[in-house]
């Protein structure tokens, strides 16, 4: 099973940037789809970013221009520049590691982090 941990998260203001990072355990980084979800106040959990086992990346139309995934298998590690934050970025953000499927009936694994809040201020 894969652990996750993230660290980065703080006090912004609106404008700046942050970069956040997600620490994987496991000897298997490297096959798994990685992602940044964010969780604020009220809201559902939704997707920001992923990257896949072969450098493809993908990005939610809001965050789009201005956050960048991307990942370092040799240190197990992914990360999310985030520039130019805004007000409504403010949320808990989560590492998601997505194992692929061996067979049907196993299906993809999900896994998580903790979170680290970012909070961006006026």
């Known amino acids: 099973q894969v652990q996750l941990v993230e660290s980065g998260g703080g006090l912004v203001q609106a404008g700046g940037s942050l970069r956040l990072s997600c620490v994987a355990s496991g000897n298997i980084f490297s096959r798994d789809r990685m992602g940044w979800y964010r969780q604020a106040p009220g809201k559902q959990r939704e997707l920001v970013a992923y990257?896949?086992?072969?450098?493809?990346?993908n990005y939610a139309d809001s965050v789009k221009g201005r956050f960048t995934i991307s990942r370092d298998n040799a240190k197990n590690t992914v990360y999310l520049q985030m520039n130019g934050l805004k007000l409504e970025d403010t949320a808990v953000y989560y590492c998601?590691?997505?194992?692929?499927?061996?067979?049907?009936?196993?299906?993809?694994?999900?896994?998580w982090g903790g979170g680290t809040l970012v909070t961006v201020s006026s």
């Open positions: 998601n590691a997505r194992r692929p499927a061996v067979t049907v009936e196993q299906g993809e694994m999900d896994y």
């Open positions: 990257i896949t086992s072969r450098f493809t990346t």
